[in-house]
């Protein structure tokens, strides 16, 4: 299962991310998962309670947002919404092979909110 690397280099950039930002505790993280990847949302929010406890982001919620994939006809120019096993283009009278994917590949951390240590003493940035 690829999801629990794929998750575990989440965590890794998400708490070096919040501890660069002084954050105490991680209480959610939303990403985004294109529907042409072979991520499987399940897969990963499995993964994310098996690799969470014991970090600061124990008891963190994962929210996964799913993209549609899109490809732009590269013949016709339409761009249209498909799943991973059919980019053909739709229009009856083109029909054509040829597309180019302009969404559904990702995966990223949109936000991540964290709590930060509650002192006024203004924390060096470094
Ligand atoms: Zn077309």
Redesign the pocket.
């Known amino acids: 299962m690829h999801e629990m690397g794929i998750t575990q280099e989440v965590l890794t950039s998400v708490l070096e991310a919040s501890q660069r930002a002084g954050a105490t505790r991680i209480n959610r993280v939303r990403l985004t998962v294109g529907g042409l990847t072979d991520v499987v949302p399940d897969s990963l929010q499995f993964a994310w309670e098996c690799l969470t406890p014991g970090t600061p982001a124990e008891g963190a919620v994962l929210e996964i947002r799913e993209t549609a994939g899109r490809s732009v ?1 590269l ?4 761009e249209f919404d498909h799943d991973k096993f059919d980019r053909r ?1 739709p ?1 009856p009278e ?3 092979f040829m597309s180019s994917v302009i969404q559904g590949n990702e995966l990223r951390v949109d936000d991540v909110d964290v709590d930060l240590p509650e002192t006024d003493a203004s924390t060096d940035a470094t």
């Open positions: 006809c013949e016709c120019g339409t283009c229009v083109c029909g054509s």
